[in-house]
């Protein structure tokens, strides 16, 4: 079972999550610019030129090394979402996973290669379905972990 997120854990996603999302749609869609979508929505970022939404962007940090795991997770509503809204409005939508060694992105609306139940372990019972992606299907971006890194350092 997983654990619910500490306030560590989030703090530390929210410290990387513009930062990679901007430096990786700047090294991947050059002249579009990551804007934050609404708290409400089950997709981070739209990735816009010209004031248009042109893609979509899910920003997953993991603590760990792209090592450890063969797949990596994202709740099933995630992918759902980028399914329907590639389906309805045409945009694809991009998952930016940032490794402690490395980054990379996949298609979140591409068919998961698995379809797994997390629970968690602070209330009995509690979890949801997430949507696994094999690191097979990462597209891995040359030198963005360390910008990444680099930048979230000097803030």
Do not use: N
């Amino acid at each position: 079972m997983a654990s619910k997120p500490s306030e560590e854990d989030l703090a530390f996603g929210e410290r990387y999550e513009q930062v990679a999302a901007d430096l990786f749609v700047a090294q991947v869609f050059p002249g579009y610019t990551a804007t934050k979508r609404g708290e409400k929505s089950h997709i981070d970022f739209a990735v816009v030129r010209e004031g248009l939404a042109e893609h979509l962007l899910e920003v997953k940090t993991r603590r760990v090394s792209s090592e450890v795991f063969e797949t990596t997770a994202v709740h099933w509503l995630k992918c759902v979402s980028a399914t329907a809204l590639k389906r309805a409005l045409g945009l694809e939508t991009y998952c930016l996973v940032v490794f402690t060694d490395r980054a990379g992105y996949f298609v979140l609306s591409d068919r998961p290669d698995g379809k797994q139940f997390i629970g968690r372990d602070d209330r009995e019972g509690a979890g949801c379905d997430h949507a696994l992606y094999s690191h097979g299907r990462i597209t891995w971006v040359e030198g963005l972990k360390e910008a990444i890194e680099a930048q979230v350092t000097t803030e």
